[in-house]
């Protein structure tokens, strides 16, 4: 508990007669459950329940499911505090993989706050996420705690429409773009791993540190979108300024291509061209040698008239 407040002179402490391997921890629990009528313990009286309190910061009162969600607020203010960007957060992070994300490697800094590294983070989120829309047994969290995570977190608890999936289609694009992979070679079958290489792209770990997978089937992803701009799919078509910037910034047309007979022929003229020239080279050869032999033979007998 010392660690956490950034003490290490322990000397001190042991020469205030304390024990460092005291559970301390365990004694405030106790403490609280003789408070609360459990246990054979002798609960606290009024007045060191008030000392506790006001003078330590320590109440008895049993938390409330709903107070989960300001501790859960109270550890994104901590990561905040390090430029840690808690809007990244997915359901299977833990504090150092979220950490992680941002480039942050400091970790002594998180644990002297009294974070634990491998605390599910992102299960937490869920967990409100979810008692925000009335699933599971509990509380929600309130309006003013949906408004702080969302304004001052970048956490919305509302539930992503499918039309969202579009935005966040274009939010890695914006990604790829940044390290300048062209976004506009995407085909259906492509990873975002595949879509780097073809631009040249190898350093996945910057990708993976953006919070990309490389295994996001991106390809099908657009697919799906494309469909669902023309009707044939029953999610929620891009918007007109969607479309538009998947054209005009990543190059990424949603048109179905109309293959003209102009267009045909061109290409079965260009697939077929080289091959013409090459049957054509031969019946000059042929022709040219054919003559060679009738000169030859006029060579020979003159008087022979053709």
Same mark, same amino acid.
């Given at each position: 508990?010392?660690?956490?407040?950034?003490?290490?002179?322990?000397?001190?402490?042991?020469?205030?007669?304390?024990?460092?391997?005291?559970?301390?921890?365990?004694?405030?629990?106790?403490?609280?459950?003789?408070?609360?009528?459990?246990? /054979?313990?002798?609960?606290?009286?009024?007045?060191?329940?008030?000392?506790?309190?006001?003078?330590?910061?320590?109440?008895?009162?049993?938390?409330?499911?709903?107070?989960?969600?300001?501790?859960?607020?109270?550890?994104?203010?901590?990561?905040?505090?390090?430029?840690?960007?808690?809007?990244?957060?997915?359901?299977?992070? #833990?504090?150092? #993989?979220?950490?992680?994300?941002?480039?942050?490697?400091?970790?002594?800094?998180?644990?002297?706050?009294?974070?634990?590294?491998?605390?599910?983070?992102? &299960?937490?989120?869920?967990?409100?996420?979810?008692?925000? !829309?009335?699933?599971?047994?509990?509380?929600?969290?309130?309006?003013?705690?949906? !408004?702080?995570?969302?304004?001052?977190?970048?956490?919305?608890?509302?539930?992503?429409?499918?039309? /969202?999936?579009? &935005?966040?289609?274009?939010?890695?694009?914006?990604?790829?773009?940044?390290?300048?992979?062209?976004?506009?070679?995407?085909?259906?079958?492509?990873?975002?791993?595949?879509?780097?290489?073809?631009?040249?792209?190898?350093?996945?770990?910057?990708?993976?540190?953006?919070?990309?997978?490389?295994?996001?089937?991106?390809?099908?992803? !657009?697919?799906?979108?494309?469909?669902?701009? !023309?009707?044939?799919?029953?999610?929620?078509?891009?918007?007109?300024?969607?479309?538009?910037?998947?054209?005009?910034?990543?190059?990424?047309?949603?048109?179905?291509?109309?293959?003209? #007979?102009?267009?045909?022929?061109?290409?079965?003229?260009?697939?077929?061209?080289? &091959?013409?020239?090459?049957?054509?080279?031969?019946?000059?050869?042929?022709?040219?040698?054919?003559?060679?032999?009738?000169?030859?033979?006029?060579?020979?007998?003159?008087?022979?008239?053709?």
């Amino acid at each position: 508990m010392a660690e956490k407040s950034g003490i290490i002179q322990f000397e001190k402490l042991i020469e205030a007669g304390l024990e460092l391997e005291d559970k301390i921890g365990r004694s405030k629990s106790t403490v609280a459950q003789a408070y609360r009528g459990l246990g /054979n313990s002798t609960p606290p009286t009024e007045e060191q329940v008030r000392i506790l309190r006001d003078e330590y910061g320590i109440s008895l009162e049993r938390q409330e499911r709903e107070n989960g969600t300001q501790i859960f607020i109270d550890k994104l203010k901590i990561l905040k505090k390090y430029k840690i960007d808690t809007s990244k957060i997915t359901s299977r992070d #833990t504090i150092k #993989t979220l950490a992680e994300k941002s480039g942050f490697t400091d970790f002594e800094k998180l644990k002297r706050e009294g974070l634990k590294l491998e605390e599910k983070i992102g &299960q937490s989120k869920t967990s409100i996420t979810q008692a925000y !829309r009335g699933q599971g047994e509990r509380t929600p969290p309130t309006e003013e705690q949906v !408004r702080i995570l969302m304004d001052e977190y970048g956490i919305s608890l509302e539930r992503q429409e499918r039309e /969202n999936g579009i &935005q966040i289609f274009i939010d890695k694009l914006k990604i790829l773009k940044k390290y300048k992979i062209d976004t506009s070679k995407i085909t259906k079958s492509d990873t975002i791993k595949t879509l780097a290489e073809k631009s040249g792209f190898l350093d996945f770990e910057k990708l993976e540190g953006e919070g990309l997978k490389l295994e996001d089937k991106i390809g099908q992803s !657009r697919s799906s979108i494309a469909q669902a701009h !023309r009707g044939k799919a029953e999610r929620t078509p891009p918007t007109e300024e969607q479309v538009r910037i998947l054209r005009d910034e990543y190059g990424i047309s949603l048109e179905r291509k109309e293959i003209k #007979t102009q267009d045909i022929a061109k290409t079965t003229y260009d697939a077929l061209a080289p &091959q013409c020239e090459e049957a054509s080279q031969i019946i000059e050869s042929l022709i040219e040698e054919q003559q060679q032999q009738v000169d030859s033979k006029n060579d020979i007998n003159p008087d022979v008239q053709e």
